[in-house]
């Protein structure tokens, strides 16, 4: 599982955003968003490179969590 915080994202059309860049890189991937925690956990055969691409694409600054 890859997990990101993304602490720009800031209402619903943002984890929408998200959700559907995040789709788009990693298809097949469960996506799931919390925006109060502003986590983004992507699990599936993703790259973690291409999904905090996908997410830098969308306008926003993901972080790899550790």
């Known amino acids: 599982m890859l997990e ?6 800031t209402c619903n059309h ?3 955003a ?3 860049a995040v789709k788009e890189a990693a298809p097949g991937s ?6 109060d925690s502003h986590r983004v956990r992507v ?9 905090a ?3 830098r ?3 926003y600054t ?3 969590c550790s």
Do not use: Y
Request: proline share 3%; hydrophobic share 50%; glycine share 8%.
């Open 30 to 35: 469960t996506v799931e968003v919390d925006l």
């Open 53 to 55: 691409e996908a997410i």
């Open 43 to 51: 699990d599936g055969a993703a790259s973690a490179e291409a999904v």
């Open 4 to 9: 990101f915080n993304v602490n720009d994202m």
């Open 18 to 20: 998200v959700t559907k």
């Open 14 to 16: 943002c984890v929408g």
């Open 57 to 59: 694409e969308a306008g």
């Open 62 to 64: 993901p972080v790899a």
